[in-house]
């Protein structure tokens, strides 16, 4: 039937569809065929049909099958999967940011150890190594290995919101609820930014204050200097992550995925970047004893990939291709 071709035109060629098409079709001959035996005319008999028929699109919905050409709608998060969304961002943000310190603290455990075995004149338990040494590398591996098992639990925790990478669409009272949560955190987020940022640039203090006294003061000023700025990474992981989860929610539905890519490639440029800048700083001060000067290995790496970041960013807006 001509009526039924033209009414399928716009869907896409699919088996589901040409499925609905031919018992559509066998229905429509048999109640016309039905309609011819009590009497009705050709042409009655076609318009009781085509009414009974129904709207395509009302069909076509119940089915979920999307006209061709037209993109299917995201879907609309609920308020329990936002608030829970929310809810598992802020404690990914604690268990990183605790993985975060332990890992600091563990190379200031070594660091601590080492400095303090040596310049006490403590017996070495192996011909091969240091007391310090060897119990402070237990004690950072230990701590590592607990950081890490807190990073994998937290990248667990947000598996199942996989689907949120994907276009989404929130209720107009969800949003609002949501910017005004927003707009309550901001003081608490710019008051840890500050806070972060101040004991970053303050931790080299205690490097500076003992090397004044002397090169063992020094070493300890190290693992002071570790801790304390760890503490700042923490503040920036922990209240970064709840803002980035409103971040997230209340973004434009259309996230390019020119965007995402270019958050890909910073952040595996950054997994390379900063456990390099990591090793160098421990290189240069067990081998060269150099802890007065190598902490600014770490601001000056913060600074380069902040400027490659923005650069990258920069080139890719006006070149997208």
């Not at 600091?104 to 660091?111: C, D, E, H, Q, T």
Request: include cysteine; charged fraction near 20%; aromatic fraction near 14%.
């Amino acid at each position: 039937m001509v009526y039924l071709e033209n009414m399928f035109a716009n869907l896409p060629k699919t088996s589901e569809v040409e499925h609905l098409k031919q018992e559509l079709l066998s229905g429509m001959e048999d109640k016309y065929l039905e309609l011819k035996r009590d009497g009705k005319s050709e042409n009655e008999a076609i318009g009781i049909v085509i009414s009974e028929f129904g709207n395509i699109e009302e069909l076509t919905a119940e089915l979920g099958i999307q006209p061709a050409g037209i993109e299917e709608a995201a879907p609309v998060l609920t308020e329990e999967e936002a608030y829970d969304y929310t809810a598992v961002k802020r404690s990914v943000g604690l268990w990183t940011g605790l993985g975060v310190f332990l890992c600091a603290a563990g190379v200031a455990f070594l660091i601590f150890l080492d400095t303090f075995f040596e310049n006490n004149n403590i017996k070495s338990m192996t011909g091969s190594m240091e007391t310090g040494s060897l119990l402070g590398l237990i004690g950072m591996f230990v701590l590592i290995a607990i950081a890490v098992g807190m990073f994998i639990h937290s990248g667990m925790k947000l598996d199942r919101f996989k689907y949120m990478e994907k276009d989404f669409q929130l209720p107009y009272a969800l949003k609002m609820s949501l910017q005004r949560n927003q707009a309550h955190f901001a003081l608490t987020y710019r008051v840890s930014i500050i806070t972060g940022v101040g004991l970053c640039v303050l931790s080299p203090v205690f490097i500076f204050a003992g090397a004044y006294i002397n090169d063992v003061y020094a070493s300890y000023g190290v693992s002071l200097f570790m801790l304390m700025a760890a503490v700042g990474v923490f503040l920036f992981i922990y209240y970064g992550n709840i803002q980035g989860a409103y971040t997230k929610l209340l973004e434009e539905p259309h996230f390019s995925a020119d965007k995402k890519k270019q958050e890909r490639v910073v952040g595996a440029v950054g997994a390379i970047v900063w456990p390099l800048a990591t090793a160098l700083f421990l290189f240069t001060g067990f081998v060269y004893q150099r802890w007065d000067v190598n902490w600014a290995i770490f601001p000056i790496t913060g600074v380069l990939f902040g400027m490659f970041s923005n650069t990258y960013h920069i080139l890719k807006r006006k070149n997208p291709s």
